[in-house]
């Protein structure tokens, strides 16, 4: 049987109809889909009815397949000779482990494409009325993962550079948030520097609060902020009082509900 080919395709963030044309592509045409937690459900009956769908799903601390065991499917399945989607959210190439899933792919001769995605900083930044980058405010960006923030725990992060980044957007970083506004007060970022968490972006569910380094942390612990959620630090937070668009969209959505 002559081998498959698979595509490692970003879902994009919550709104299903984030995902690029050439990822829906990739989900139509496929025999078999392999799919992360915070993928949109809905993009799954774009599939075939018969294609095979594989949950790989992991929550902190809490894998269903472990990175390995997600290899192995990943060849299997294109061994057998089918089409595979890899279907991950926001982009692949931003912590979503794409580098490890291509490369064993190469080692078994199997073809395979990476098809970029909307990534969940910049859509539930801007989602939230926040532009990653602004002439007045900010020309550089770091997006950092929130998972190597423990107070604790090994520490590879260079804070005193990071701390001179215009605007830093931390991927599930809730759970460390007080210890990454103390890193980064520590480390030369002013205490008033605005920061904005966005709790379920780009969905009906999304919600956003606002404070400062030395305030969030007690906001986010008050209004009980959870994952999945972006942390965005910098200046153009401030841009969200004029820019914010998305829940005033869901708050008249849902007030003419109400008086219908």
């Known amino acids: 049987m002559s081998k498959g080919k698979v595509y490692l395709v970003g879902a994009g963030p919550g709104d299903e109809k984030l995902i690029t044309v050439k990822g829906l592509e990739c989900i139509q045409q496929s025999d078999c889909i392999v799919y992360d937690r915070l993928i949109n ?12 769908r594989i949950y790989c799903g992991k929550l902190p601390g809490k894998h269903m397949l472990i990175q390995e065991e997600i290899h192995e499917i990943l060849v299997q399945k294109a061994l057998e000779g089918k089409i595979v989607t890899r279907l991950k959210g926001g982009d692949p190439g931003v912590f979503g482990r794409v580098g490890e899933e291509a490369s064993i792919l190469k080692q078994h001769g199997i073809p395979f494409e990476i098809v970029p995605g909307v990534t969940a900083s910049v859509a539930a930044a801007e989602y939230a009325g926040i532009p990653l980058t602004h002439r007045e405010y900010a020309s550089s960006v770091a997006l950092v993962t929130g998972h190597g923030c423990k107070e604790n725990g090994p520490d590879h992060l260079n804070w005193r550079a990071l701390s001179g ?42 919600r956003t609060i606002s404070g400062t380094l030395d305030t969030i942390s007690q906001l986010a612990a008050s209004e009980k902020i959870t994952n999945p959620a972006m942390i965005i630090v910098g200046e153009v937070v401030k841009v969200r009082e004029q820019a914010m668009w998305f829940e005033d969209t869901l708050y008249k959505t849902k007030n003419n509900t109400n008086t219908q």
């Open 41 to 52: 459900p809905s993009l799954l009956e774009y599939a075939p009815k018969n294609a095979e």
């Open 165 to 206: 980044i215009d605007t830093i957007a931390f991927y599930m970083g809730v759970g460390n948030l007080q210890n990454i506004c103390r890193q980064l007060m520590q480390n030369g970022k002013a205490p008033g520097t605005p920061v904005a968490i966005i709790e379920n972006g780009t969905t009906k569910v999304q």
